[in-house]
């Protein structure tokens, strides 16, 4: 099938490229011209008229929660994957504390399974150690040849120094990240920020310093063994500041933020709605103001969503009670376009960079190219879209959002991978 | 007069107005408890739920007491023995309370927050009998209740508050609702239990206890809650009541008559000695009669709002 963009903007940084105006020709999945088209070659395409709209690699979101296998009531792998496509992404990294955890290679294959005929390309993120428990490592050869892009206790951090330097030792032999969730497991345990907040509200408080000591640990752990930590949803300013210190020195550290971090401050919390509970915690203006610098200086590499479902009977409980987390595929990037692009914190460039080539950079994935030939993988930004975000329509199975009623400037209008295209909300084969 | 909001869900925003009606309604029932016959037909016809989900002994019998002197028809609902052990969620429990057509709804809650989620869930009117480390707004009033009645004023006097401030609901709604009042107000405890950013709401943060009773017009101490994780936050008991204990010796060191409020049960021999708690009975046992007087003007002045 032939599949014709038309007028539409392309750019990708990785490549250089950036034009405007232009048409594109996909058949059989891949770019066949790009350019001025033929009368012959837009013969029996289907056209889409997108008259200025950005075509831009293929976004990733390399923190989601896919909750299968274990609570297939909040979410699968396919849901979890529709959700992506309506969010604008071609790939996804889910996170290893399912039930059973992503600690073997028949998980890492289920997963995959489920996956296969998606357009959403779905890479799993084995667990550091078994059961993520903190006490014997995993078999991380074994997940790496199943197809696992990094490894993680995610929810927790690695428990002992001890094993983490095992781990980061261990998997330097793959190239593999460790991707670290960094809080101190003895100062765990609050429901928000510890700040003024957390005392007028009552609420049992988590100090940033929970955070900041484990990513004190890792960076010093990660310079020791020369070997890869990815500092999973920053939300300090001290832990900030030191991934900024850490990359001059040259250590291999990252750092992704989610966007709830860089669009709440623990204020938010005031109407104890349960839907604004996530760990780490939302925190202060001067953390949201630190994690905005880092991420215009390059500091904080990428984007991600850290999407967790959850079901409404959970989500709908005292605030102390209710588990962490929201869904955010389906409105990272209308917040990254309205706080981040809009607000002119970051160029339209460097949310590409930090949307679609970091976390595919960091994970050692190839980054989809607009050119000739070449299988494609893109999105497509109406980045003036004025919308209202309603979780009626979200595709995840689960809509614990915060941002459900808030308006955004920016979104996805539809993605293509792997001969699939989603757009208008549907799936076609092209 | 009449309040201007239908729930009391804490002291934070009530304003100087509403503090002084429910002081001064307060009065005129504490004269009635004086009377032998203890009884206003007030709140007869209405239904008032006390829906107690942490275990409480003086503050649920003097809702209830408050309740039945004003005629009104209570029903306790106590966590054990409830559809809560069933595994019933806070909604659908609320739900099921308001399906019975209550008109006011008295909740204690181990987690802060829950009464302003009553709020959402039901019409009634919500009255916050303590949430978690939050508030718990009565017994603010029925503490500047007691000052009043004992030193004539609130304005202008200097209060401190000592003990455990990070671990106590009281602490926080006498903050709000003495600062509100014209009073100036500290706080005195370990460091480890005084909230790290608690400066921020205009209060002087001290950690000795003699500084306290020179500088202050009142103490309300408060319980140290050695059944709860109060005990991770300081070295021992002895530790404790050597050096934020008060005892007669501490007091006559500094020369001075303060006067001594605490909400109870005393931890006798820790917070305060012995004799101290015996000495200060007098106010601190009116406190328990005043805050009958207190709750007593609260419902009143909600349930007959509309």
Redesign the interface.
Known sequence: MKVVLKNVNILNPHQNVSEKNINILIEDGKFKNIGKLTEAEMKDAKVFELDGKYIVPGFFDMHVHLRQPGREDEETVVTGCNAAANGGFTGIACMPNTDPAIDSAEVVTLIKKQAANHLVDVYPVGAATVGRKGEVLSPMAELKDAGVVGFSDDGIAIKTASILKRSLEYAKMFDLPIIEHCEDESLAGGAMN???N???????PI?SVAEDLIVMRDILMAEYTDSKVHIAHISSKKSVEMVREAKKKGIKVTAEVAPHHFTLTDDAVK??DPNVKMNPPLRTKADVDEILKGLKDGTIDCIASDHAPHSL?EK??????APNGIVGLETQIGLALTELYHKKVLSLENIIEKLAINPRKILNLPIPEIKQEEVVNLTILDVDAVWTVDKKKFLSKSSNSPFDKRLLTGKSVGVINKGMMFIEGSFTII | MSLSSRHLLGLKDVPKEDIQLILDTATTFREILERPIKKVPTLQGKTIVNLFYESSTRTRISFELAEKRLSADSVNFAVSGSSVSKGETLKDTVRNIEAMKVDMIVVRHSCAGVPLMLTKLADSNVINAGDGIHEHPTQGLLDMYSIREKLGKLEGLKVCIVGDVAHSRVALSNIYGLKTMGAKVSVCGPSTMIPKFLDELGVDVIHNIDEAIQENDVLNVLRIQLERKAREYFPSIREYSQYFGIDRERLEKNGKDILILHPGPINRGVELSSEIADSSSQIILQQVTNGVAVRMAVLYLLGTLN
């Open positions: 510890e700040s003024i957390s005392t007028l509200l009552g609420l049992p100090p109407t104890y009977e709908e409980m005292e605030f102390e009670y």
